[in-house]
Structure formats: structure tokens, C-alpha cells
């Protein structure tokens, strides 16, 4: 009678252990299609298969669905749709600050992926460069300053809340882009402003972002501090650049710029780090024998360490997220205009934007708190895993004890060892880096050509034209996978 009242224990943990390791199998990720299509010069395509996986996201990934499905728009010059996707993720980013009790409880016992991914404060900002883009690619200035208000609203709410001076407080590149703007509108002080503050940022940023200021901003600085009148300012930065060349604002506004953005490489992918933590002398061993040293675990791993380690039952895994790298292989694109008389006007590109550097630093100062968490939640498993034990032998007696508590221990433990892992999620389709060309030109017609350095592709090749008048700023955007 014992046994019998017992058996639904045991066989309902084992159900749940063998459809969750079932889960463990190997799939086609979405951004391997995502990214051939890419690859292929195909942007457009990428964009469909986000939309098509809308409901392989799932509910708690609304941010992140919004946010994959505006930048594979935008590279797909669909700037339109790429904004009403980014302001959808952008609301929904709103509407997170608050969460229930009860995800919360869900995501401590099992992890944060039961959680809505709400994105990381530089995925924030990212949002309103890439909207920003949008409206400047279309033409459209005035819409892209909205969009640069918001930017600093943001960073500046971001510095509140940051106390720490070496913390993403700020953005250099966001700031230099509002620069580069607010001086396309004609608001030259503002474009000051915002050119100081993207050089403060850089220089903030350094330490980390292993990315300096571009040096076009020495001339943005030397250009606006003369044209304002700021002769104090003016002195200092000439004094500080001893070797730029660059055009006053008089020449500047009988000029036209044509800004080339180019997202460079991949966004670093997060994949699981596992501790196998042994609480006795003989799972030391077991876990020595069977992991070593290695924190990497492959799918099929997963299963078989799920079954070793609850047999063993006295070993607790924790997952923590760990950042891959997938660095850009392209230092730097040139840019060439054509008018119809073959002049030529050549510029090449500088790195205005370490997106692997902010993720990585991102991490890193939330990992205290992460490992923190990992460790409570992995604990709570164990001694809830033990109390089924134990429960399970005192329900089916002496004789039955054993062999009940072994069973009981294989799934409650197994399970709890084959549902630990990180939350991987974030904004892969971002690339690893930003470069920016700007060419200042006499207006006309020119034919434009980007070519990557060394042997990488674009994902569009083809030359295209662009008409440019007096004071205008007409913005490119590219896309480079190696």
C-alpha cells in the first residue's frame, strides 16, 4: 500500500526530467538564418524570419522580438517599419519597470528566462540611436532630433541612477550622432553641446570600451567653438589639437556631408558557464572525473550529467552567462564620391562604437548580483530536492526506503541539475562595432562607393547616387558581417 501511494512521486519527476532534457536537442537558431541571410546580401529576408519566429520569442520576449525586428528593418531600408517595431519594444520596455510577485518567485526556482527580458541600459540607448537613423537615413532632420532629445533624456536619467564613475553612464557615440544631427538642423549650439559631451563621454568610456573619441570630432569641436564665439574654448581645444585640419562653419554650410554609418561584425552571443559544486568528498571525485576542469557543457552533456548527478545526488550546479566575442575582421571602409566631371573625394571610416565592450561591461557589473542570485536559487533546488527525498522514504517505509529514495533522488535532483541555466538573451542582430565616414563635398550629384578593407562583403555592394545640396547631411547605411 506504501509503494503504491508513493509511485506517482518518482514518475511524475521522471516525466518532467524527460520532457525538459528532451528540450535539450539540438535546433536551428533563428540567428543562423538571420545571419545567412545577411551574409547573402539579403536584409530584407532577415527581416522575415524574425517576423516569422514572432511566436518562437513568446510573451516574454516582446523586447527583444521588437528590437531584432527593427534592426533587420532598418538594414533592409524599410525605416518606417523598423521605427513603429523599435517604439513597440520601446513601450513595452516602459511597462517592465514593475513585476509581480509571483514571476518572481517562478524565476528564482528555475531562472531568469522565466522573466521578461527587458534589455540591458545600452540596448536602451540603442534603441533611440537606431530610430534616430531611421528618420536621418529618410531624410526627415527634424524627427531625428526628437529622437536625440530622448537620447539625452535618457543617458541623463542613466547618470542619475549610476552612481558609479566608471559604470555606462553615458554614450559617446549616441552624443556624437545628436552632434552630427543638431548641425545638419543648423542649431549650432546644441550640436556643441552635444560634440563636448560625446568627447567627455569617450573619454569616460576609454578605460573599458577600448575605443577612443573619432578624430572628426576635433574638428566638429574646433568648428563650433569658432563659430559661437567661444574663444576660450576655442583656444583650448586648438592648443589640445595641434594637428587637425578642418573647415570653419562659414565653408562648412556651403559644403554638403554625406555621413556613412557602417554596423560592423557580430554582437557577442552569451552562452552557459557551469560550476558543478561537489558537497562531499566522493562527488568531488565524480565531478573531477566526468567535468575536470571545464565549465563548457554541450546539450547532450546536460542529459547525461542530469542522471549522473542525481544518482550521485550531492552535487549542486549553478549556470552564470558568459559573453562569446564575435569581433569584426573590417578596421576601417573607404568612401568615395564621383561627381560627373571624375573628381573623386575619399574618406575612410572611424570606429565610433564598441557594442562588445558595452555588453561586456554590462555583465560584468551585473555578475555579483547574477551569481548571487544563481547561487540562492541552485540551494533552494538541493534542500527542496532532499525534503522530496525525504519525504518519499518516510511515506514507503523501511523495506522500500532505499530503493524510493533513489528514484525519488534520481529525478528531483537530476531535474533540478537539467533546469539550471543562464539567461542568454540579448540583442544579437546589433553588430560588434559602429564606423563612421563623414566627407564634406561641393554640392552636385555623386556616385558613392563604400568598400570594406581587406576581403569582407557588405551586405549591399552596389554603387548607388545621391544629389546633395548647399548645408545639406545626407546619411548611408551599411551593414558589414566579417
Known amino acids: 500500500m506504501r509503494w503504491s501511494a508513493i509511485t506517482p512521486i518518482p514518475c511524475a519527476f521522471l516525466l518532467a526530467a524527460s520532457i525538459l532534457l528532451a528540450g535539450c536537442g539540438p535546433a536551428v537558431s533563428r540567428y ?27 510573451p516574454k520576449n516582446r523586447v527583444l522580438y521588437g528590437m531584432d525586428r527593427g534592426m533587420t528593418l532598418h538594414l533592409a531600408r524599410d525605416y518606417r517599419q523598423s521605427t513603429i517595431a523599435l517604439e513597440q519594444a520601446e513601450d513595452v520596455v516602459e511597462r517592465l519597470y514593475t513585476r509581480t510577485i509571483r514571476s518572481e518567485t517562478a524565476a528564482f526556482l528555475t531562472s531568469d528566462n522565466t522573466l521578461p527580458y527587458e534589455g540591458d541600459a545600452y540596448e536602451h540607448v540603442m534603441i533611440n540611436v537606431v530610430k534616430a537613423l531611421n528618420y536621418a537615413a529618410r531624410g526627415d532632420v527634424t524627427e531625428a532630433l526628437v529622437e536625440a532629445r530622448r537620447l539625452d533624456h535618457r543617458l541623463n536619467v542613466l547618470s542619475d541612477r549610476v552612481k558609479e564613475s566608471s559604470g555606462y553612464r553615458n554614450d559617446g557615440f549616441a552624443r556624437y550622432l545628436s552632434g552630427i544631427l543638431y548641425e545638419a538642423a543648423g542649431d549650432l549650439n546644441n550640436a556643441f553641446i552635444a560634440y563636448r559631451n560625446a568627447f567627455e563621454a569617450y573619454e569616460a568610456m576609454r578605460k573599458w570600451s577600448r575605443i577612443s573619441y573619432p578624430p572628426s570630432l576635433r574638428g566638429d569641436l574646433l568648428c563650433m567653438t569658432e563659430a559661437l564665439g567661444l574663444t576660450t574654448e576655442f583656444e583650448e581645444y586648438r592648443t ?74 550531492r ?102 541539475v537539467a533546469s539550471e541555466e543562464a539567461d542568454n538573451r540579448s540583442w544579437q542582430t546589433l553588430p560588434d562595432e559602429i564606423h563612421v565616414a563623414r566627407a564634406w563635398v561641393p554640392p552636385g550629384r555623386y556616385q558613392v562607393a563604400i568598400r570594406p578593407s581587406g576581403q569582407a562583403r557588405a551586405v549591399r555592394k552596389e554603387e548607388e547616387s545621391v544629389d546633395v545640396a548647399p548645408g545639406q547631411t545626407v546619411f548611408l547605411i551599411r551593414r558589414v558581417m566579417q
Open 315 to 416: 552535487v549542486v550546479r549553478v549556470a552564470l552567462p558568459r559573453l562569446v566575442p564575435q569581433k569584426t575582421q573590417v578596421p576601417f571602409e573607404t568612401m568615395t564620391l564621383m561627381d560627373a566631371q571624375s573628381r573623386s573625394y575619399t574618406v575612410r571610416s572611424e570606429p565610433a562604437h564598441n557594442l562588445t565592450a558595452l555588453a561586456e561591461k554590462s555583465l560584468a557589473d551585473r555578475m555579483p548580483a547574477i551569481t548571487a542570485k544563481a547561487l540562492a536559487r541552485a540551494a533552494t533546488k538541493f534542500s527542496m530536492a532532499e525534503g522530496a527525498v525525504i519525504g518519499a522514504q518516510l511515506a514507503a517505509g523501511k523495506d522500500a526506503a532505499p530503493w524510493v529514495g533513489l528514484l525519488v533522488g534520481l529525478a528531483a535532483k537530476g531535474l533540478a
Open 240 to 313: 589640445a589639437f595641434t594637428d587637425v585640419e578642418w573647415n570653419p562653419a562659414s565653408v562648412r554650410r556651403k559644403l554638403a556631408q554625406v555621413v556613412m554609418i557602417s554596423y560592423n561584425g557580430r554582437a557577442p552571443r552569451k552562452e552557459d558557464r557551469y560550476l558543478d559544486l561537489p558537497i562531499s568528498l566522493d562527488a568531488l571525485q565524480l565531478v573531477l572525473l566526468n567535468r575536470g576542469l571545464s565549465q563548457s557543457v554541450g546539450r547532450q552533456d546536460r542529459a547525461l550529467d542530469s542522471v549522473l548527478y542525481g544518482l550521485s545526488g
Open 32 to 58: 543562423s538564418l538571420i545571419e545567412r541571410s545577411l551574409l547573402a546580401g539579403d536584409p530584407a529576408q532577415a527581416a522575415v524570419i524574425v517576423e516569422r519566429s514572432e511566436e518562437e520569442y513568446g
